[in-house]
Structures are given as C-alpha cells and as structure tokens.
C-alpha cells in the first residue's frame, strides 16, 4: 500500500488471443531511487487465477522508477490455445517475446496498477486504476 511517501504497484495479465487471464505467469519487481541509480531487485511472485499478483514486495522509500518483468514464455510453451495453432512457427519457442520488460516512472503517495495486455506475437501495458 502507498503511503505519502512512498509509491505502490499491482499488476495483472490478460492473455488476448483466448479472452482469459494469464494464470502461472512469474513476475520480477525491481526498483531504483534516481535515473542514474542501479537497479535493486525487491522479489517477485506470479499470477493467480484471475491473472493478478497480489502480493508485490513494498517499494522503498525514495523509489523514482520501477520495473517489472513479465516470464512470459512458460506460460505460452505449456497453453494449448486454439487461436495459436494456425499461427506461423515460432522459433522453437511459445512466444515471440519470451520476456516483457515494462519500466515506468513513480511518484510518492501514488498507485500504479499496470495491466498487461499479452497474445504470443505482442503485449501492449498502460497504467490502469
């Protein structure tokens, strides 16, 4: 949860090409304090059923950009999903991305919820409410 001085994050997966959400999919929560800062990995967790994490790590304080990594792969290897057998072959993969990398800027006091929007040959993110 946000506080004034600090920011807070959720997220959750759509998968696209079959309507549902995105269950099983690990995701990684990074932060940094300042544009030039390195990055420091605060843990992770996955998607539940409906396709949300609910239980990020807490941002620290002085948090000016976050990261979150999305291991998309996985979860398209193992989905047997009607919309993508009459899809070209991939690369010996389940997904043209196999990892989805969103980074975006924070303010303290804030939420961002960050929804991504996945089917194997794209993603699109936004910040949701």
Not at 79 to 98: E, H, I, L, T, V
Request: one cysteine or more; hydrophobic letters at 35%.
């Amino acid at each position: 949860m946000s506080t004034s001085t600090t920011a807070s994050v959720s997220t959750h997966i759509l998968d696209t090409s079959v309507g549902r959400p995105a269950a099983g999919v690990a995701v990684a929560l990074a932060a940094r304090s300042g544009r030039d800062a390195d990055w420091q990995t605060l843990g992770g967790s996955a998607t539940d059923a409906d396709g949300r994490c609910k239980d990020l790590p807490a941002l620290p304080q002085g948090t000016t950009h976050v990261r979150l990594d999305f291991e998309v792969e996985p979860y398209f290897s193992t989905r047997q999903a009607d919309a993508q057998q009459d899809a070209p072959a991939n690369r010996d993969s389940g997904a043209f991305f196999p990892e989805v990398a969103i980074t975006f800027a924070v303010e303290p006091g804030e939420h961002y919820h960050v929804p991504l929007l996945l089917n194997p040959f794209g993603y699109s993110v936004y910040r949701g409410s």
